[in-house]
C-alpha cells in the first residue's frame, strides 16, 4: 500500500484487535491471529459478505467450508447458531460504524464548532486489564474520541513480571489506537475540562 499498490483483501470479524475479547466472551476460543484496527478503518472501502446463519451452517455440512471430516468438530466449538448469530450482529455493527466514520472523514473539510471527546484509560500490570483497554478502545470509536491510555504508579517498587506485563497491556493500547503521553503531557491530560469518560482499572 506505500508502494501505491491497490490491495483487495478479506478479514473475518474475530480477527480485529479489538475485538478480541468480545470475541472470546461468545465463543470461548482465544483468537491469536489478529490485525490491528487502523489497517481496516483506514480501507478506502468496505464490502461485507453476509449470509444468513442456518445458510452459512447448511454450507458447513455440505462440506463447502471444512472437509467433511472436520465438520462436526466445528460445529461442537464454533459453528453453533447461537455464536453465528452473534459474529453476524458484530460485523454488521462494525461495517457500520466504519461506512459512518468515513463519511464524517469526508466533511472533514469544514471546521467542527464542537470540541474534541477524550477517552482516557489507566492501566495496570494486571493481566485482566487488557479487557478495560479494549472495552474503552470501543467506547472511543463509538463516541470518535481521542483516545489516550496512562499508568500512574510506583515503577520502581515493581517485579520484572509486572513491569512486562505493564509494558504488555499499554503497548496493547497502542494497538488499538491510543496515545501514550509522556509527563508533560500527563500534567497537561488532567487539566484537560472536556474529557469525556475515564475508564479505571484498580488491581
Known amino acids: 500500500m506505500k508502494a501505491g499498490i491497490d490491495v483487495f483483501t478479506t478479514i473475518n470479524i474475530q480477527h480485529l484487535e479489538s475485538l478480541n475479547d468480545v470475541i472470546e466472551k461468545i465463543t470461548g476460543i482465544v483468537v491469536n491471529e489478529k490485525i490491528p484496527d487502523y489497517i481496516f478503518e483506514e480501507a478506502d472501502q468496505i464490502e461485507l459478505i453476509d449470509i444468513e446463519p442456518v445458510d452459512l451452517l447448511e454450507r458447513l455440512d455440505k462440506g463447502k467450508i471444512y472437509q467433511l471430516n472436520k465438520v462436526n468438530q466445528a460445529k461442537e466449538i464454533f459453528f453453533t447458531l447461537e455464536k453465528l448469530i452473534a459474529l453476524r450482529e458484530i460485523a454488521l455493527r462494525k461495517t457500520a460504524d466504519q461506512v459512518n466514520k468515513s463519511a464524517i472523514r469526508k ?54 513480571e509486572e513491569k512486562d506485563r505493564l509494558r504488555q497491556n499499554l503497548r496493547l493500547a497502542e494497538q488499538l489506537g491510543a496515545k501514550i503521553p509522556s509527563f508533560m503531557e500527563i500534567m497537561f491530560l488532567s487539566k484537560l475540562s472536556n474529557m469525556l469518560k475515564l475508564v479505571k482499572y484498580q488491581s
Do not use: M, W
Open 107 to 160: 466533511a472533514q473539510n469544514k471546521k467542527s464548532i464542537y470540541a474534541k471527546e477524550h477517552v482516557l484509560v489507566c492501566v495496570s500490570a494486571s493481566p485482566s486489564a487488557s479487557h478495560v483497554i479494549h472495552a474503552a478502545a470501543r467506547l472511543a470509536v463509538a463516541f470518535k474520541a481521542e483516545f489516550t491510555a496512562l499508568y500512574i504508579g510506583d515503577l520502581e517498587n515493581s517485579s520484572k
